[in-house]
């Protein structure tokens, strides 16, 4: 069995980590064997399952696993092979003190997406061999739905830059026919420089590139395998940050599983308390607009619970609703 991909994303403060807590719960009772792991910079999941967590997979429960991947590290460790591969190419250059340039690549504009996104390719390939499910904590929205869409964007631009690739090794063939090996000195020694797509490194990389975004591309819209649930609580902010997101999402063709209201507020709790019935009242408002528009898709209702979630015991409390979502029974 893949790796199944479950992700909940949502407006910070929503309660994505306790839902994705929550759920990976559930799956584990059912006797599937599942990673949760949170790469969002806040790094709560440790907190709600009250368990000290760091980037290596910890035995929580049966079947049940979780991780932190260490935001900055992740970042860190991509600038610094990153950094390492672009010396490596152009070398040859240093003649024009490239490496002043090369050394602010960690500065660039895009880098904390790219580091996260294979950090995520990581955790599907390590979910295929040890998992039956994936279920991810990410960060929020603002810097997800960048992730999210990199893939498909990267996968334009490095088909480019492979064009551009080959254009650059005919011109070295047409060179080459008229003057011989073409040939750079590095140091105190003479490289030949390649003519040949199959022997180019730069050409190989870019390759490499292009396959890793690929298969993060086919993985996102494979709605047999992954689903996206959206988070947000009965308040007029989250609904609209949700609303954003889905419709992100439905651009992309990136399925979207269900969608999880936390802290929804009971009569029972409610009645009698006028600021409370206010409360209730408004919340009402606000859960008729979910019920429109988002038409179609199964929905979690989360009890408002005061002394908050903390623990798998508090976890339990609503792991069987989120069952809704996979349509599982009692």
């Known amino acids: 069995m893949p790796g199944y991909i479950r992700m909940f994303v949502g407006k910070g403060g929503v309660g994505k ?44 429960v049966d079947n049940l696993y979780a991780a932190e991947l260490d ?75 960048r992730i999210l869409s990199l893939p498909f964007i990267s996968i334009q631009w490095v088909e480019k830059l492979l064009e551009v690739r080959k254009a650059i090794l005919e011109r070295r063939k047409m060179l080459e026919r008229v003057m011989g090996r073409l040939k750079v000195r590095i140091g105190d020694r003479e490289v030949e420089l390649p003519t040949d797509a199959s022997e180019d490194p730069v050409f190989k990389e870019l390759l490499s590139a292009y396959k890793i975004y690929q298969r993060a591309y086919e993985v996102l819209r ?43 507020l009971g009569w029972e709790m409610a009645r009698g308390n006028p600021i409370l019935e206010a409360e209730y009242r408004r919340q009402e408002n606000i859960l008729e607009r979910v019920e429109k528009e988002f038409t179609g898709l199964p929905k979690a209702l989360l009890p408002y619970i005061p002394q908050g979630l903390k623990g798998l015991a508090s976890l339990e409390v609503i792991a069987e609703k989120l069952g809704a979502l996979e349509g599982f029974r009692k």
């Open 17 to 60: 980590t306790t839902s994705a807590a929550a759920y990976a719960l559930l799956l584990a009772k059912r006797g599937y064997r599942v990673l949760v792991v949170s790469i969002d910079p806040a790094h709560n999941l440790g907190d709600v399952l009250c368990t000290r967590l760091s980037g290596e997979p910890r035995k929580v």
């Open 71 to 145: 935001y900055n590290a992740v970042i860190a460790k991509f600038v610094e092979e990153l950094s390492e591969k672009l010396h490596y190419f152009y070398r040859h250059l240093k003649v024009f003190n490239i490496e002043r340039y090369l050394d602010v690549v960690r500065y660039a504009p895009g880098v904390e997406e790219h580091a996260l996104l294979e950090a995520f390719i990581r955790l599907i390939d390590r979910a295929e061999r040890d998992y039956d499910y994936l279920v991810i904590d990410p960060p929020p929205t603002g810097l997800m739905t």
């Open 222 to 264: 494979d709605a047999s395998r992954t689903r996206i649930y959206l988070v947000l609580t009965p308040e007029e902010l989250p609904l609209l940050e949700a609303l954003r997101v889905y419709n992100f999402l439905k651009r992309f063709r990136i399925p979207v599983g269900g969608v999880v209201v936390n802290r929804v």
